[in-house]
């Protein structure tokens, strides 16, 4: 129960349902987020290279300041939320079913 919400067989199948038809888009959504988030370091080489004959600490706050990298970051954020929802979404899907489990077995327990 949920509040005074029964949890039913159909809210529990469909939540197994979403489950299942997700599993491939938050693989891939998480795979884009490690890509993205490692990538990181490949954008800020090749910014730091375009400033090979500074000192190593102002080729790091050159790669920092330029557009592409912040460009890049905006796109790690993006691929993060995109990310987090997923498997937000996914783990309200297991709360749920847990819940339903729950439910039962307490349901089970009160009629011995």
């Known amino acids: 129960m949920i509040g005074n919400e029964l949890i ?3 809210d529990v199948q469909a ?3 979403y489950l299942r038809d997700n599993a491939e888009e938050s693989g891939l959504k998480k795979g884009r ?3 993205l988030e490692e990538g990181r ?3 800020k080489a090749r910014l730091m290279q375009r400033h090979a004959d500074l ?3 102002a080729q790091e706050r050159e790669a920092y300041a330029d557009k592409e990298y912040e460009e890049y970051i905006e796109g790690v954020a993006a691929a993060i939320k995109e990310d987090e929802e997923q498997r937000w979404l996914m783990k309200a899907a297991e709360a749920k079913i847990e819940a339903w489990r729950t439910a039962q077995a307490n349901y089970r327990a009160m009629k011995l």
């Open 33 to 35: 987020r490690y890509q």
């Open 15 to 17: 939540a197994l349902d």
């Open 55 to 57: 000192p190593v600490s």
């Open 41 to 43: 370091k490949v954008i």
């Open 8 to 10: 039913s067989e159909e």
